[in-house]
């Protein structure tokens, strides 16, 4: 499964962007979906993550009632009143296991980043 993150941008803070999961030649409906971010200099961090069913939905505490999964079954990201701490390269990632998929380890499938920046 070959994923793409897109959806990012350069935004002022305070306003919003969403970011989609693509996967080639299927959807992501019966797979575990997560989005990571890296900051400059940082490790990479689970922003939100969604089960396979989109039952159980995880977002970090400092994004938690900024971002939310998208109402639809393509288990986008849109992220309102972002901050300049946002700034970072967002991943979306993929796996077909059910079960709590926090961990980076806990993902076979990655897409390539796509780059947020919030201004101040």
């Known amino acids: 499964v070959q994923l793409q993150a897109s959806g990012g941008g350069l935004v002022q803070a305070g306003g919003s962007l969403r970011l989609s999961c693509t996967a080639s030649g299927r959807t992501l409906t019966s797979y575990a979906v997560g989005w990571f971010r890296q900051a400059p200099g940082k490790e990479r961090e689970i922003v939100a993550a969604?089960?396979?069913?989109?039952r159980r939905i995880y977002y970090a505490d400092s994004v938690k009632g900024r971002f939310t999964f998208s109402r639809d079954t393509a288990k986008n990201l849109e992220m309102n009143s972002l901050k300049p701490e946002d700034t970072a390269v967002y991943y979306c990632?993929?796996?077909?296991?059910?079960?709590?998929?926090?961990?980076?380890?806990?993902?076979?499938?990655w897409g390539n980043g796509t780059l947020v920046t919030v201004s101040s």
């Open positions: 990632a993929a796996d077909e296991r059910g079960g709590d998929r926090l961990r980076l380890t806990d993902y076979y499938y």
């Open positions: 969604i089960s396979q069913t989109g």
